[in-house]
Nanobody, 125 residues
């Protein structure tokens, strides 16, 4: 059974940092694109970042570019999201996602087949 388990969320003041982790089990995703999405209360889920299987290519939402960094460790089957200079508008449940085949670095949730339960990130002003 494939599982994606996020960790690292929490409460932080504006300007602070958090590092999210997403550990995969049940299969390897070392040849698949992985990504992060977030959903704030009352809002639709939105794309945050994605990374190619090699880690050599990344894409970001404009709202987080320059503040967030996605990375991965294929030996650990884990993807990370380093979040710096956090803002109150970054408050959301953050979920990691993985593609079952390499569709490419798409920002659309429909291209991702496996999802974690999410971890809450709350940024206070």
């Amino acid at each position: 059974q494939v599982q994606l388990v996020e960790s690292g969320g929490g409460l932080v003041q504006a300007g602070g940092s958090l590092r999210l982790s997403c550990a995969a089990s049940g299969r390897t995703f070392s040849r698949n694109v992985m990504g992060w999405f977030r959903q704030a209360p009352g809002k639709e889920r939105e794309f945050v970042a994605a990374i190619s299987w090699s880690g050599g290519t990344t894409v970001y939402a404009d709202s987080v570019k320059g503040r967030f960094t996605i990375s991965r460790d294929n030996a650990k089957n884990t993807v990370y999201l380093q979040m710096n200079s956090l803002k109150p508008e970054d408050t959301a449940v953050y979920c990691c996602a993985a593609q079952s085949v390499d569709y490419g670095l798409f920002r659309v949730a429909g291209y991702y087949d496996f999802w974690g339960q999410g971890t809450q990130v709350t940024v206070s002003s």
